[in-house]
């Protein structure tokens, strides 16, 4: 099992729209680092302009995590389409090629071949956001060093600088199970069709016209809202509340754990039923 998930990790990042999500990641942090390197005393000035007539601030409050928590919020809702881009042509890129045959007559099983496909997406997916921690937060604390954390989430809350890794470290690990469910999707949409194009923009319109359905002010809608795997995507930023809401996050965190298990589940049936003589 080992030897087919690096053998598929090879295929997919043997392909230049492997790298997209990566180069685009780096770009956009880079970006968003300059521009605070020269602006971010303005930015904590409007961030606490409530409060400065009433309190002294001292330390070192902009700083890298909170260049980290910035970005991690303003990249979070754009990763979904970055990670399409694989997921979609895992399955979908074989059909295309013609492989599929050669693929299914070797002495591996389909359960296998589709297993390792989806654990080489997951490692994708872990790799991708590996890459934006370190870059964010990383790179950011070299740069502009550490502090305390202000972070806003409907009142203002200064976190000291020793109760801040092990929320981002919670942070990034239930972004990589948001990440893992749209994953998941867009693997389900590569197994039904010989184009990647189409889990591509079928996962991506799901996603939106989820997002579009949770905001509509209709009860029913709302009373169905909490099933969505995207009403729970952004649940990572509860690590950034105080006192943190446990509950929620474990309940969000089975919802989307159960969306995967049941895409994958899914997709594996799919596949073994696939017609490869057609």
């Not at 990641?25 to 605070?36: S, Y």
């Not at 409007?46 to 902009?62: C, H, K, P, Y």
């Not at 969505?228 to 952004?234: A, D, L, R, V």
Request: aromatic share 16%; hydrophobic share 55%.
């Amino acid at each position: 099992m080992i030897t087919l998930i690096w053998i598929e990790l090879q295929k997919i990042f043997k392909k230049w729209r492997t790298y997209i999500g990566f180069i685009a990641i780096g770009t956009l942090v880079i970006i968003v680092q300059i521009a605070l390197y020269f602006t971010g005393d303005n930015y904590i000035k409007a961030m606490t302009r409530g409060f400065q007539d009433s309190f002294i601030m001292v330390g070192n409050l902009f700083n890298g995590y909170l260049v980290a928590n910035l970005v991690l919020g303003g990249l979070f809702i754009h990763i979904p389409f970055l990670i399409v881009l694989v997921g979609g042509d895992l399955l979908a890129s074989e059909a295309t090629a013609g492989t599929y045959r050669m693929l299914l007559t070797r002495p591996v099983s389909r359960l296998k071949v589709v297993s390792a496909k989806f654990c080489a997406g997951l490692i994708y997916v872990f790799l991708l956001l590996a890459w934006l921690a370190f870059l964010s937060l990383g790179v950011s604390c070299l740069i502009f060093g550490t502090g305390e954390l202000l972070s806003f989430s409907g009142k203002l809350i200064i976190f000291s600088r020793d109760d801040v890794l092990w929320r981002f470290a919670g942070a990034y690990a239930y972004s990589m199970l948001s990440m893992s469910t749209v994953f998941a999707l867009s693997y389900f949409f590569s197994s039904m069709v010989e184009n990647a194009i189409g889990p591509i923009v079928a996962t991506m319109a799901v996603i939106i016209i989820f997002i579009i359905l949770s905001a509509l002010p209709i009860d029913f809608l709302k009373d169905i809202s909490p099933y969505f795997f995207t009403s729970h995507m952004i649940h990572w930023s509860n690590f950034f509340n105080d006192p943190v809401d446990y509950q929620k996050i474990m309940e969000s965190a089975l919802i989307l754990g159960v969306h995967i298990l049941g895409l994958y589940l899914v997709t594996t049936y799919l596949f073994i039923k696939k017609d490869i003589l057609s």
